[in-house]
C-alpha cells in the first residue's frame, strides 16, 4: 500500500511538469530515463546539505543487473521519503558509482528542487534523512522539462528529423506544416521582392562588361551584382574587368598595376627598407628640374656629382682633391732622421690621367748654432726615393708627382729659401701604383736645434 502511495504521489508531483512556463529550456545532455524499483538510504543517511547519497543498493530486481551510469540520463532526478507530508524532497544528481560491498554512490546531487516552477533548489526544500529512508528514480517536472510540449516555447538541443512519414516534395501544402528539406531545397523563389539596400530579395548577376562599368541595374527588378568568379586577389583571366579585391593581408597584388603605363607623383614618397632601394629608370631622371642621364656602367669611386651650369647633372672626376692636410709637427736635435708626418696615397690613386700636388713648409723651431735638414719622401713602405731636400733657414717645397706608367713615377719640385740652400729634384721612381704609396715629410736637426712641419698638403689633380 505505500508503494501504492508514493507512485501516485510521484505521478501526481511530475504532472506539475505538464505545466511548466515557455521560457524554460531543458537542460543539456542525453536523457534516459529508467522503471526501477524503491530504493533506499545506506548507513545512517545523509544530511540536509550532502551532495553525495549512497543507496544500499541500485539493481533491476528481475536479474540484479547493477544499474550503471551510462544507463541514466547525464542528469537524473531521485525523490527522498516519497509520500512524507513534511520531508519529501526532490534530488537531481549526475554520476552512478557501484562500490565494491554491493551499495551504490550517487553524486553531484543538487538539493531540495522545487516541485513548481521555475523548478529551482531552495534550503527551504532540504531536509536530513535517516537510515532505510525510501529513494525512488521518480518523474518531477524537470524530467518532463525535457521534452517538447504543444503549448510551450522550447528549445531543441538534439537533431530531429523525418523518417518515412515525412512530406515529401509533392505533399507540402499547409500553411503551418514542416516541411521536409528536399522539397524546400526544390522550390523556386518566384515572385519573392527585389533586392534593395534595406530589403533582401531577387538579385541579377553582372556580366563582365557590366562590372567593368559600373552598371547598377539591367532593368527596374534586376539589380545587379559581381560574383565571386570575377573576382580575385591574384590577377587571372578576370583583370581585364573591374575585379579587383586585396588578398587576406589586406594588400593588392602588383600584377593588376600596368607597370609599364607612366604614373604622376604629387606628393612626397619615401622608400624604406632594410638594404637598399633599386630605382629602375632607363634614362633619364629629372630633380627638382635638373636632368640626370644615368649611364650603363658603374662610376669610379672617387667621382663626384656635378651640374654643368645649364641644368645638365652627370659624375665627373673632381680636379683637385684633397687627400691629407698635416698639422704641425717638430723633430729635436738628432743625429737621425726624423719623419715628422705620413701620407698615405691610395692604390690606384696615380694614374697617366692623374698627378700629385705636393706641398709642405719648414721651419726652426728653435734657433740656435744647430741646422735642420729637410725632405720629402716617396715610398711603398720598403723603400723610399728622395723628391726633394734643404736645410738651414726655413725652407717651402712645392711639386708634382706624374705616373709615367703603372710601375713608374716621375717629380718635379720647386723650393723657395730664406737663409740655406735647397735642391730642385726632378727624380724618377719604381713603385707599383696598384698598392698603397706614402709620402713622407722628413727632418734631421743638428746640435741644440729643433725643426719643425709647418703644415703639407697632398692633392689629387685629374685631367
Not at 499547409?174 to 528536399?182: M, R, S, T, V
Not at 545587379?224 to 591574384?234: I, K
Not at 700636388?357 to 748654432?369: D, P
Not at 718635379?412 to 729634384?425: C, E, H, P, Q, Y
Request: with cysteine.
Amino acid at each position: 500500500m505505500n508503494y501504492l502511495l508514493s507512485a501516485l504521489i510521484a505521478v501526481v508531483i511530475s504532472g506539475i511538469g505538464l505545466f511548466a512556463k515557455p521560457h524554460e529550456a531543458p537542460p543539456q545532455g542525453t536523457t534516459n530515463l529508467i522503471a526501477g524499483q524503491t530504493y533506499y538510504l545506506a548507513g545512517s543517511g545523509v544530511s540536509s546539505s550532502a551532495t553525495s547519497i549512497t543507496l544500499t543498493s541500485l539493481t533491476l530486481p528481475q536479474n540484479g543487473y547493477k544499474i550503471q551510469d551510462s544507463d541514466l540520463s547525464d542528469l537524473f532526478y531521485i525523490t527522498l521519503e516519497p509520500g512524507n507530508r513534511t520531508k519529501q524532497e526532490i534530488v537531481s544528481c549526475t554520476t552512478v558509482s557501484q562500490n565494491a560491498a554491493g551499495t551504490a554512490t550517487l553524486s553531484g546531487c543538487t538539493r531540495g528542487l522545487s516541485p513548481v516552477t521555475p523548478h529551482t533548489a531552495s534550503s527551504t526544500l532540504q531536509f536530513a534523512h535517516g537510515g532505510s529512508t525510501q529513494v525512488i528514480f521518480s518523474d518531477p517536472p524537470q524530467v518532463f522539462n525535457q521534452f517538447a510540449a504543444l503549448q510551450n516555447t522550447a528549445y531543441i538541443t538534439g537533431s530531429w528529423g523525418f523518417q518515412g512519414t515525412a512530406p515529401t516534395s509533392t505533399g507540402c501544402t499547409l500553411p503551418f506544416e514542416l516541411c521536409n528539406k528536399a522539397y524546400v531545397d526544390a522550390t523556386a523563389n518566384a515572385g519573392a521582392a527585389t533586392s534593395t539596400f534595406l530589403n533582401g530579395g531577387i538579385v541579377e548577376l553582372a556580366t563582365h562588361a557590366e562590372v567593368a562599368a559600373g552598371t547598377a541595374s539591367s532593368s527596374p527588378t534586376g539589380p545587379l551584382v559581381v560574383s565571386t568568379g570575377m573576382t580575385n586577389a591574384t590577377p587571372g583571366s578576370c583583370n581585364t574587368v573591374a575585379c579587383v579585391v586585396v588578398a587576406t593581408a589586406g594588400k593588392i597584388a602588383q600584377g593588376f598595376l600596368d607597370l609599364t603605363a607612366n604614373f604622376t607623383w604629387t606628393g612626397n614618397h619615401t622608400f624604406t627598407t632594410a638594404t637598399s632601394t633599386t630605382l629602375g629608370i632607363a634614362t633619364t631622371l629629372n630633380w627638382n628640374g635638373l636632368g640626370y642621364t644615368i649611364g650603363s656602367a658603374r662610376q669610379a669611386s672617387s667621382t663626384v656629382l656635378a651640374e654643368n651650369g645649364s641644368g645638365r647633372l652627370s659624375w665627373i672626376e673632381p680636379r683637385a682633391t684633397t687627400i691629407d692636410v698635416q698639422a704641425p709637427n717638430t723633430a729635436s736635435a738628432s743625429s737621425a732622421t726624423t719623419t715628422l708626418k705620413t701620407v698615405a696615397i691610395p692604390a690606384n690613386t696615380l694614374t697617366t690621367t692623374s698627378a700629385l700636388r705636393v706641398t709642405a713648409m719648414f721651419y726652426l723651431a728653435v734657433v740656435s748654432s744647430g741646422n735642420c735638414g729637410y725632405q720629402i719622401d716617396l715610398g711603398n713602405g720598403n723603400s723610399t726615393s728622395t723628391l726633394a731636400f734643404g736645410d738651414f733657414g726655413p725652407s717651402q717645397f712645392e711639386g708634382m708627382v706624374f705616373a709615367t706608367s703603372t710601375n713608374r713615377q716621375s717629380s718635379i719640385f720647386s723650393a723657395g729659401t730664406a737663409g740655406g740652400t735647397s735642391k730642385l729634384t726632378h727624380n724618377f721612381s719604381a713603385y707599383d701604383n696598384t698598392g698603397t704609396l706614402y709620402i713622407a715629410f722628413r727632418s734631421r736637426a743638428q746640435t741644440d736645434s729643433t725643426c719643425a712641419l709647418a703644415g703639407a698638403t697632398v692633392e689629387k689633380l685629374q685631367n
